[in-house]
């Protein structure tokens, strides 16, 4: 089991940067593939990034490639997601997931599901 707290979300002009964190409970953190999601207004959630637990392997959509980065620290139990280049259609509320399993980066990517999800956080781009 493990508990899943994000924070870091705001509002923000677009083109600007944001880093979103994502705090973990429990002392099985480096075992557990991570990920970010997004869901907007009206819209079903989305994949946007994972990191395989020893941060060797990392997927992104498409619509992020080349400005969102996700990261680990295992000793802090913390994963992170840095956003740059910030566009409306980036506002969304985003969801932290973990995951075990040696699929756990497929899955999350093409199917958007995950063990464990956190609460989410908003994050707001105006244009």
């Known amino acids: 089991q493990v508990q899943l707290v994000e924070s870091g979300g705001g509002l923000v002009q677009s083109g600007g940067s944001l880093r979103l964190s994502c705090a973990a409970s429990?002392?099985?953190?480096?075992?557990?593939?991570m990920g970010w999601f997004r869901q907007a207004p009206g819209k079903e959630r989305e994949f946007v990034a994972a990191?395989?637990?020893?941060?060797?392997?990392?997927s992104y959509a498409d619509s992020v490639k080349g400005r969102f980065t996700i990261s680990r620290d295992n000793a802090q139990n913390t994963v992170y997601l840095q956003m740059n280049s910030l566009k409306p259609e980036d506002t969304a509320v985003y969801y932290c997931?973990?995951?075990?399993?040696?699929?756990?980066?497929?899955?999350?990517?093409?199917?958007?599901?995950?063990?464990?999800w956190g609460q989410g956080t908003q994050v707001t781009v105006s244009s």
């Open positions: 429990g002392r099985t953190f480096s075992r557990y593939v």
């Open positions: 990191i395989s637990s020893s941060s060797g392997v990392t």
């Open positions: 997931a973990a995951a075990q399993g040696v699929n756990s980066i497929a899955t999350m990517r093409l199917h958007s599901k995950s063990d464990y």
